[in-house]
Nanobody, 115 residues
Framework: QVQLVESRGGLVQPGGSLRLSCAASGRIGSIYRMGWYRQAPGKQRELVATITSGGSTNYADSVKGRFTISRDNAKNTVYLQMNSLKPEDTAVYYC?????????WGQGTQVTVSS
């Protein structure tokens, strides 16, 4: 099993920044990809960004140039730096980790972008 613990999100004004973190523990040796997904009210969960164990990244078009995903392998932690936040970024953000058998999910953290 893999456990994922996310940092707390928060309320940010449009144009502001926020960094989320997600610490993994447990059977992490088999994890080959970690990432962030989000779900806004009334919408399906969608990919935000992922990063592989080799460092390859992938971003949703809606966040390219504004969000940056990174990882600290020594701390088993993945980060999501979110800049130039927009009201449409408001959602519950979920950390994800994948091995070759299943996906693991964090508990989710609310990010609200509003003035």
């Amino acid at each position: 099993q893999v456990q994922l613990v996310e940092s707390r999100g928060g309320l940010v004004q449009p144009g502001g920044s926020l960094r989320l973190s997600c610490a993994a523990s447990g059977r992490i040796g088999s994890i080959y990809r970690m990432g962030w997904y989000r779900q806004a009210p009334g919408k399906q969960r969608e990919l935000v960004a992922t990063i592989t164990s080799g460092g390859s990244t992938n971003y949703a078009d809606s966040v390219k140039g504004r969000f940056t995903i990174s990882r600290d392998n020594a701390k088993n932690t993945v980060y999501l730096q979110m800049n130039s936040l927009k009201p449409e970024d408001t959602a519950v953000y979920y950390c994800n980790a994948a091995d070759h058998i299943r996906n693991y999910w964090g508990q989710g953290t609310q990010v609200t972008v509003s003035s």
